[in-house]
């Protein structure tokens, strides 16, 4: 198979991956991309912590509860929440997107408290409440058995698939953790350890073998939605103060549809604009250029779909900004081609040194802006986060239309386009 051919079978393979999505969530009657508080709306819910004594939460509980709080609904910091302290004990939370407070409230208050308990010769039934309605006491005849391990040991959990191909959570310990649960599984092969969730039990296997290595799975009769959920709250912990819902709404764009239009508009123009300018000063290179600058907006569209991912109004500036980036490194490389056949090289010779040369200058620009746009997600919140993931995906695109697709139709090009003709 010639280089081309694989070139374009690459090419052809990562717009269907990013293509795909959006058609899948536009048949669904699901929006292509997700958008953020400031474009659409969401649902608003303010919460107060209220300690079991009766007092006043402490500044530090409550930074707990925030992070709680923010793991459970955003657990991979896609959604672009908001959270914030509403005087010492009240927090306002705003979901971006979503049009069910009750949903959103679910999510929040359950406490996911999972226990690993040494039931000995004994299989308890699935469902069977250890603890008295409301509380973490036993019921009496439950009293004797062994607590081994509770959710504190987890270090992380994630949704996987059983033997049956049915969901299921699988878990990874701390290393003290790991140490018990394998001395544990050891001594006491053939006897059974049952899994409680929030009291009540989800699943009691018998011990086969011993597990060492600090990992394991936790099966049920789980569905998708349900393990995915279950997985969140374990990593996300239990709240270290109870929370009462004080109020919850659905709220509107905090930015009016003018505002939101006129941001649309800008963005048209700027591209318009863009590829004018590139077709002007370049001709048929800059013909090529703008076929892989309107790949190149197609896949941003399709990947941020495709990551759910929020778009905010400062991820529209990223990505307006991600498309003068983007065509920068064709500015470069178009450039460096021009000296080349002035040096009399073939055109094909002339692409290959000028994409060989253009590329150090290219992946420097680039990698000192992404590694901002690092900085910028680690340490934002909210919308700032929203500019730093929409310029980050727009850098790594950009990168491979700049380069990837606008050499290779270049090279597909260069058997039937004579030197004098490239820029005339």
């Known amino acids: 198979m010639s280089r081309q051919l694989t070139n374009w079978l690459i090419i052809i393979a990562v717009i269907a991956v990013g293509v795909i999505n959006p058609i899948y969530r536009n048949s669904k009657g699901e929006p292509i991309v997700t958008e953020g508080l400031d474009l659409r709306g969401g649902v608003e819910v303010l919460l107060r912590a209220t300690p079991e004594d009766g007092g006043t939460p402490q500044l530090d509980d409550m930074e707990r509860v925030k992070a709680v709080v923010r793991n459970r609904v955003d657990p991979q910091g896609q959604k672009e929440i908001y959270l914030t302290s509403v005087g010492t004990d009240r927090l306002l939370l705003q979901v971006p997107g979503e049009s069910d407070p009750d949903s959103v409230i679910s999510v929040i208050g359950e406490t996911a408290y999972l226990e690993f308990i040494n039931t000995g010769a004994n299989s308890i039934p699935r469902g069977t409440a250890f603890n008295k309605e409301g509380t973490k006491e036993r019921r009496e005849e439950y009293a004797k058995y062994e607590q081994i391990m509770d959710g504190a040991d987890l270090s992380s959990a994630f949704v996987g698939f059983d033997t049956m191909n049915k ?21 006491h092969i053939g006897q059974y ?13 018998s011990i086969n073998s011993a597990i060492w290595g600090g990992s394991g799975q936790i099966t049920g009769e789980f569905s998708q939605e349900e393990a995915h959920k279950l997985a969140t ?23 009016g549809q003018e505002s939101i239009d006129k941001s649309y508009r800008a963005g048209l123009m700027g591209f318009l604009i863009v590829l004018a300018m590139i077709i002007l000063f370049y001709r048929l290179p800059g013909v090529v250029a703008s076929v892989a600058l309107a790949i190149y907006v197609v896949l941003v569209l399709g990947y941020f779909s495709l990551f759910n991912a929020t778009m905010t109004l400062p991820g529209i500036a990223a990505f307006i900004l991600s498309i003068g980036m983007a065509i920068d490194g064709n500015v470069i490389i178009f450039e460096r081609l021009k000296e080349e056949l002035r040096w009399g090289k073939t055109l094909r010779a002339a692409l290959d040194a000028s994409f060989a040369r253009a590329w150090v200058a290219i992946i420097d620009g680039n990698t000192t802006t992404f590694i901002g746009a690092v900085v910028l997600f680690w340490f934002g919140s909210g919308p700032v986060k929203g500019f730093a993931i929409t310029l980050a995906l727009g850098i790594v695109l950009s990168l491979f239309s700049s380069v990837f697709v606008t050499r290779t139709m270049l090279e597909t090009l260069s058997s039937s386009v004579r030197n004098e003709k490239l820029y005339g």
Do not use: K, R, W, Y
């Not at 878990?171 to 001594?187: K, W």
């Not at 350890?193 to 296997?205: A, E, F, Y």
């Not at 374990?234 to 709404?249: D, F």
């Open 167 to 187: 969901p299921c959570i699988n878990f990874e310990l701390n290393p003290d953790a790991a140490e018990t649960f394998g001395s544990f599984t050891n001594n």
């Open 193 to 205: 350890l049952t899994v409680l969730l929030d009291g009540v039990v989800i699943t009691s296997p």
């Open 233 to 255: 709250q374990l990593n996300a912990g239990a709240l270290p103060i109870p929370l009462e819902i004080l109020q919850s709404s659905v709220v509107g764009p905090t930015l």
